[in-house]
Nanobody
Framework: QVQLVESGGGLVQAGGSLRLSCAAS????????MGWFRQTPGKERDLVAA????????NYADSVKGRFTISRDNAVNTVYLQMNNLKPEDTAVYYC???????????????????WGQGTQVTVSS
């Protein structure tokens, strides 16, 4: 069965950095677009960043451009989210997700992703 396991969340001061990791198993990782989403209470799950199956293309939410970087290592079935210059408004539960389809184009809405991790909390204090 497919498993996506996030790690790296925590509490950090504004201006600090965190690196999230998502280890995947049970799927042919190198053939799936991967995404990081975040969600706060009462709000929808929104895309933060996505990366194509081969790492050639990326997509970022406007609010994180220039601060966050998504990357992947297909040799170890892991996708990363490097988060720099964190702001209090980045506080959320962050989820890793895999596209429903092999070799798909980058998709930006949660309903296009078929597999999800359990989430990791990121809290940024001011």
């Amino acid at each position: 069965q497919v498993q996506l396991v996030e790690s790296g969340g925590g509490l950090v001061q504004a201006g600090g950095s965190l690196r999230l990791s998502c280890a995947a198993s049970g799927l042919t990782f190198s053939t799936y677009t991967m995404g990081w989403f975040r969600q706060t209470p009462g709000k929808e799950r929104d895309l933060v960043a996505a990366i194509s199956w081969n790492g050639a293309r990326t997509n970022y939410a406007d609010s994180v451009k220039g601060r966050f970087t998504i990357s992947r290592d297909n040799a170890v079935n892991t996708v990363y989210l490097q988060m720099n210059n964190l702001k209090p408004e980045d506080t959320a539960v962050y989820y890793c997700a895999a596209d429903r389809n092999h070799y798909g184009v980058i998709v930006t809405t949660a309903d296009k992703y078929g597999y999800w991790g359990q989430g990791t909390q990121v809290t940024v204090s001011s």
